[in-house]
């Protein structure tokens, strides 16, 4: 069982920048793929970014150049540094957790990110 808690959402103006953070529990935490999803108001939840346990890493076209996931093993905890942020940007953002492609995956309460134009 993984637990997962995001933190670092907020209110920010366009081209700003905010630091997400998900903290997993459990001692299996490195042989997990993590990654940050988000959900916008009457939109279908999408990938961000992905991390693999060997730190392979996938970003969405929308935030290449942007965004930066990464990871810290000995914290548990993995970090998405967003930059320039746009107002489509605006979602909840999710943390997931996930052992292989044929485990149920994890998934934090959510983070709120709005930026205003």
């Known amino acids: 069982q993984v637990q997962l808690v995001e933190s670092g959402g907020g209110l920010v103006q366009a081209g700003g920048s905010l630091r997400l953070s998900c903290v997993a529990s459990?001692?299996?935490?490195?042989?997990?793929?993590m990654g940050w999803y988000r959900q916008a108001p009457g939109k279908q939840r999408e990938s961000v970014a992905v991390i693999t346990s060997s730190s392979n890493i996938n970003y969405a076209d929308s935030v290449k150049g942007r965004f930066t996931i990464s990871r810290d093993n000995a914290e548990n905890t993995v970090y998405l540094q967003m930059n320039s942020l746009k107002p489509e940007d605006t979602a909840v953002y999710y943390c997931?957790?996930?052992?292989?492609?044929?485990?149920?995956?994890?998934w934090g309460q959510g983070t709120q990110v709005t930026v205003s134009s």
């Open positions: 459990g001692s299996s935490y490195r042989f997990y793929a």
């Open positions: 997931n957790a996930v052992r292989n492609i044929f485990a149920v995956p994890y």
